[in-house]
Nanobody, 115 residues
Framework: QVQLVESGGGLVQPGGSLRLSCVAS????????MHWYRQTPGKQRELVAT???????NYADTVKGRFTISGDYAKNTVHLQMSSLRPEDTAVYYC?????????WGQGTQVTVSS
C-alpha cells in the first residue's frame, strides 16, 4: 500500500511564503512524475505543478514565477515552495505521484492566505 503525507500548510498573510512537503512510502514502483494539485469548495481539482523524473517542471499559469516545485526521486519526496501568496491561492493542496501501477494521492493540507 502506498501512502502520501503532506505537511507545511497553514495560515499566511498575502505576500508571504510557505513550503509544502510530501513524502511517499510503501510499496512504490517506478515514479514517473510528481504533482501538486489544489482544490477549493465547489471547484474542480486544479493541477498546480509537475516535476517529471527527468527533471522537467510545468506550472499552471496562475502560479508561474511564484511557485517552485522540487523533488527527490531517490527519497520519494516532493516540495512546493510558494511565494508572493495571494488570497486566491487559498485551497487544500494535494500531492500526487504517477507510478507504473497508477496514481496515488495524499490527504491534503490546507493553505489559507488572509490578512
Amino acid at each position: 500500500q502506498v501512502q502520501l503525507v503532506e505537511s507545511g500548510g497553514g495560515l499566511v498573510q498575502p505576500g508571504g511564503s510557505l513550503r509544502l512537503s510530501c513524502v511517499a512510502s510503501g510499496t512504490i514502483f517506478r515514479i514517473n512524475a510528481m504533482h501538486w494539485y489544489r482544490q477549493t469548495p465547489g471547484k474542480q481539482r486544479e493541477l498546480v505543478a509537475t516535476i517529471t523524473r527527468g527533471g522537467t517542471t510545468n506550472y499552471a499559469d496562475t502560479v508561474k514565477g511564484r511557485f517552485t516545485i522540487s523533488g527527490d526521486y531517490a527519497k520519494n519526496t516532493v516540495h512546493l515552495q510558494m511565494s508572493s501568496l495571494r488570497p486566491e491561492d487559498t485551497a487544500v493542496y494535494y500531492c500526487s505521484i504517477y507510478t507504473s501501477d497508477g496514481q496515488y494521492w495524499g490527504q491534503g493540507t490546507q493553505v489559507t492566505v488572509s490578512s
